[in-house]
């Protein structure tokens, strides 16, 4: 069984941004089974890089397709965005520095952030998306 497993319940009714989750599940799965594997430092820190990599370029296309569609509430997903971007950036500081107990704080952080924000903040844009399929 994965780290964490994509189901229906997390579509937010675009086909490129479900794909886009889904992708970060596999990097997020990744590095979860890097880290019980007992990998190296700079194995970890190369996955987690790919995880903040493909983050960033999903924040873009997400946004990109929320202004697309009107989603009133862009600006305020742009903010959570940029929390989120700099909390990631902050355990970069933490890997660099080989924090004693970070890469299990970042195991933690991305499946909590992962899903909270796909089934919270990203299932409010859905409701848009759908009207731009429908109509």
Known sequence: M??????????VSSQQMDKQHQRLIDIINRYHDA???????????????????????HFRDEEREMEQHQYPNLQR?????????QRIGEFVSAMDKQQPGVEREIQFFLKS??????????????????KAVTA
Not at 2 to 11: C, R, V
Not at 77 to 85: G, K, M, P, V
Not at 113 to 130: C, E, F, N, R, S
């Open 2 to 11: 994965s780290f964490i497993n994509w189901s229906s319940d997390m579509s």
């Open 35 to 57: 880290l019980e594997a007992g990998v190296p430092h700079a194995q970890l820190m190369t996955i987690f890089k790919e995880v903040i990599s493909y983050a960033v370029e």
């Open 77 to 85: 997903h742009r903010l959570i965005h940029q929390n989120l971007t």
């Open 113 to 130: 952030w992962l899903t909270a924000h796909i089934m919270g903040i990203d299932k409010q844009y859905a409701p848009y998306m759908v």
